[in-house]
């Protein structure tokens, strides 16, 4: 019997060495290396060799859930079969040279809950398509070229808990509606060209901790109303068109937020110029 049972091992190893993803998520991966000159990647692949060993990936049940390439050297725009990799739980090209727009087909990737792109030289609108991704729990797209206005469509994204959009060229209104992202507990829009008054019902986003809308255009006053963001640990408006001066907080005691006005602040808390 013990042939037979040296067959069956034998077998049983021979299939779980062997597994591997769907061709279509393989040609994916081929198409992102050959669209941002993989060989140029400081960690690159050997296409000859099991996906798993390729550097960044993560498979599960042969499936790839996450793809971490930050600081690759990754060059060139972004392959439209991305949107092959289905099963994506998390993707990371932060600090790359990455260019054009974002593929339309990124809309695809719905079990996302983080993508992270910031730091590199993506251009044109923010696409509609992502607010699709309805799992996203992390958006990061901050320090690229994007421009116009940001996408009503990102408000169905209300699993959001970080909507990073800072250092990029956005015009327009911060969208009332700002208030479906619940859950939000870091938004920052700092360094665009938004213009408009702050709206009130961020202060509905009563799980925020830091709220950054620093150099910009903004108009207006600090709502009173943030007064009841309890969570909030971290304030910076400066440098926009407000009616006063500010001056950028970050502590322990955001019920005194009312406070930033320039000429009373220091007198009523331990605040930190920034």
Not at 50 to 60: F, L, P, T, V
Not at 64 to 85: R, S, T
Not at 169 to 192: C, F, R, V, W
Not at 195 to 200: L, M, N, T, W
Request: hydrophobic share 40%.
């Amino acid at each position: 019997m013990k042939p037979i049972y040296y067959v069956v091992a034998l077998f049983l190893v021979t299939n779980f060495s062997f597994a591997n993803i769907s061709p279509k998520e393989k040609e994916a991966l081929i198409a992102l290396y050959n669209s941002t000159n993989g060989s140029e990647w400081n960690s690159t692949w050997d296409l000859t060799a099991s996906e798993d060993s390729w550097y960044g990936i993560k498979i599960k049940d042969d499936k790839v859930v996450e793809l971490n390439l930050q600081f690759n050297n990754l060059q060139g725009a972004l392959p439209n079969e991305i949107g092959d990799l289905v099963n994506l739980k998390k993707m990371n090209l932060g600090f790359n040279k990455l260019t054009g727009t974002l593929p339309n087909t990124i809309k695809n990737l719905h079990e996302l809950t983080s993508l992270e792109l910031f730091m590199n030289g993506f251009e044109g609108n923010i696409p509609a398509e992502l607010g699709e991704l309805t799992k996203l729990e992390s958006l990061k797209l901050y320090s690229n070229k994007f421009s116009g206005e940001i996408p009503e469509a990102i408000l169905n994204l209300t699993n959001l808990k970080e909507l990073l959009l800072g250092s990029n060229y956005l015009t327009g209104h911060i969208p009332n509606k700002i208030y479906a992202l619940s859950k939000l507990e870091k938004l920052s829009l700092m360094d665009n060209k938004l213009d408009g008054e702050i709206p009130v019902e961020i202060a509905q986003l009563t799980n925020l901790q830091e709220l950054i809308l620093s150099t910009n255009q903004l108009t207006g006053d600090v709502p009173m109303e943030f007064m009841n963001l309890t969570k909030l640990n971290t304030i910076m408006v400066s440098d926009n068109k407000l009616n006063q001066d500010y001056i950028s907080i970050s502590g322990k005691n955001p019920p005194s937020l009312m406070k930033l006005q320039l000429d009373s602040a220091t007198a009523t808390m331990d605040l930190e110029k920034e």
